[in-house]
């Protein structure tokens, strides 16, 4: 059992390494709301674990109440945090840019969720290989009741997860389930008690390590390399409809009635 190391800082992401085993912790307690400085720390992370020849799976877990509680809204209907920034050549980069990178890199991540998996970051824990949940844990797509489209590339991973009937009841109703439901329908792999979360998924990411890890990065290939040109397309169709309905009046009232924790009345306007 090897002691556990620094193996770096990314913005409000830090990065540890135990044996073959890393572990990346989003640090925004309590809601570690979602934006693209998060994911492209994610990004820049995982794309380095990529190159450490003794990292063989990632656990991915977040500090506080909340695994991810999304985006940030204001009651004007702005989001907090930057979505967009530049590339290096001077282009816009989008969120969704940083989110086909994500699917991009290379190794086993096994997400330890907690809390709420809202929105955007429903999208990251289904980002992930395999998800291990507390049964407190809570998981919405709550984009129609805000008023708007989903995003992140759910498109392309709930139905992967829990068939498409059921993804389609999820994104329509924005329902909120619990762990034991979520591992029920096949969006969670693992339940663990809250206190135990970190140790199952590490358990789960230790089993991953101790296969052959040109094996498993070939299989991986084979079951999940298609992913990033599928999010491409499927970001593509979900930042254009995001964009239209957000000049909506509906958007307006949905942000509204989640702030004053109320029933949304959508006029269609």
């Keep these: 059992h090897q002691d556990m190391t620094e193996f770096g800082v990314y913005g409000d992401l830090h ?4 044996g073959h085993v890393a572990t990346a912790e989003i640090r925004r307690p309590p809601n570690n709301f979602f934006d693209l400085e998060l994911i492209d720390g994610l990004v820049s992370s995982f794309t380095d674990l990529d190159q450490e020849d003794a990292c063989r799976a990632i656990v991915l877990c977040a500090e506080g109440k909340n695994f991810c509680a999304g985006a940030q809204f204001h009651n004007d209907g702005s989001r907090g945090g930057e979505i967009t920034a530049k590339n290096p050549d001077g282009s816009a980069r989008h969120l969704y840019d940083a989110a086909f990178d994500l699917f991009s890199c290379k190794t086993p991540v096994v997400a330890a969720i907690q809390g709420a998996a809202v929105g955007g970051g429903l999208g990251v824990a289904c980002f992930a290989d395999f998800r291990v949940a507390a ?16 995003g992140f590339g759910l498109t392309v991973t709930l139905p992967s997860l829990v068939g498409q009937q059921k993804a389609l009841e999820l ?8 762990g034991e439901e979520a ?15 970190r140790a199952a998924a590490n358990d789960l990411a230790v089993e991953i390590a101790t296969s052959a890890p040109l094996a498993v990065e070939s299989i991986r290939e084979t079951m999940r390399g298609h992913l990033p040109n599928a999010i491409r397309l499927a970001t593509d169709r979900e930042k254009e409809e995001q964009d239209r309905l957000r000049t909506t009046d509906d958007w307006k009232e949905g942000v509204n009635a989640m702030n004053e924790r109320r029933l949304p009345s959508f006029s269609r306007k």
């Design 15 to 18: 990065v540890s390494i135990e």
């Design 135 to 150: 049964p407190e844990a809570r998981f919405t797509a709550n984009f129609a009741r805000l008023g708007f489209h989903h």
């Design 171 to 178: 994104l329509y109703t924005g329902a909120r389930i619990k």
């Design 183 to 197: 591992a029920a329908i096949g969006l969670v792999d693992k339940l663990a008690p809250l206190s135990d979360l």
